[in-house]
């Protein structure tokens, strides 16, 4: 069973800088195309940026495109996305999810949640 547990969120002023991270449990990590998606009170969930299995390829929400970097670490079974230049919209609960398939928004599993708060 593959655990998600994300970590790095906080409080930042507009134009400041986050870098989340979501380590998992899992040995098939490498296996699995994933995402970041968010989601703020009131709000429809949002992909915001997904990457493929050999992390070579990737794909930003256009709200988010320039500003955002998705990584991942297969060694270390562990993703990661750069937030740069956030801005108070960008405020919301931050998850990261396996995808069932790597070219769309299709959420087969996502962690609890890091809260972002941009200011």
């Known amino acids: 069973d593959v655990q998600l547990v994300e970590s790095g969120g906080g409080s930042v002023q507009a134009g400041g800088s986050l870098r989340l991270s979501c380590p998992t449990s899992?040995?098939?990590?490498?296996?699995?195309?994933m995402g970041w998606l968010r989601q703020a009170p009131g709000k429809a969930r949002e992909g915001v940026a997904r990457?493929?299995?050999?992390?070579?390829?990737?794909f930003y929400a256009d709200s988010v495109k320039g500003r955002f970097t998705i990584t991942r670490d297969n060694a270390e079974q562990t993703l990661y996305l750069q937030m740069s230049s956030l801005r108070p919209e960008d405020t919301a609960m931050y998850h990261c999810?396996?995808?069932?398939?790597?070219?769309?928004?299709?959420?087969?599993?996502w962690g609890p949640g890091t809260q972002v708060t941009v200011s």
């Open positions: 990457i493929s299995i050999d992390g070579t390829s990737s």
């Open positions: 999810t396996i995808l069932s398939y790597c070219d769309s928004w299709s959420y087969a599993r």
């Open positions: 899992s040995s098939t990590f490498s296996s699995y195309c």
